[in-house]
């Protein structure tokens, strides 16, 4: 289930978070998942500092995740996808979807096909 609202921009709603999980992808095809500081440079997140197997990760496979957690369960966690490029010891994200994201209420009428959660697409600009 979508709900409907005006998109802040991606720079003010990773303000409100302390820190995120950035996931990428082994040479075996499974997750590395590390908790990370993302700033902002402009419209551009960064990750200012990664270590060996995040960078030889994202060099062999830029497509990440980052993923904002809720402070509590009735808020949103942020997720965003995007293509990371290694720029000296941290990261640049292209982001290419974001969305904020939480389970929705047990009570809610779960419609055909719907995924069962509340989602808050961002606007991303290109």
């Known amino acids: 289930m979508s709900t ?8 003010q709603t990773i303000g ?3 820190f ?6 082994n040479d075996d ?4 998942a590390v908790a990370v500081s993302v ?6 997140p960064v990750i200012p500092a990664i ?3 995040t960078r030889g990760n994202v060099l062999a496979r ?3 995740g980052l993923v904002w957690p809720p402070q509590s369960i009735d808020e949103y966690s942020l997720i965003v996808d995007g293509q990371a ?39 991303i600009a290109q």
């Open 16 to 18: 409100r978070y302390r």
């Open 4 to 11: 409907p609202v005006e998109p802040p921009s991606l720079a």
């Open 85 to 123: 490029s290694v720029t000296g010891e941290g990261l640049r994200i292209k982001p290419t979807r974001a969305v904020l994201h939480r389970p929705a209420p047990s009570v809610a009428p779960k419609a055909p096909g719907a995924c069962g959660s509340d989602c808050v697409p961002l606007a």
């Open 29 to 32: 095809g499974s997750p590395h």
């Open 62 to 64: 830029p497509v990440i």
């Open 51 to 53: 270590g060996s197997r």
């Open 39 to 44: 700033g902002m440079e402009g419209d551009v």
């Open 20 to 25: 995120a999980y950035l996931m990428t992808i």
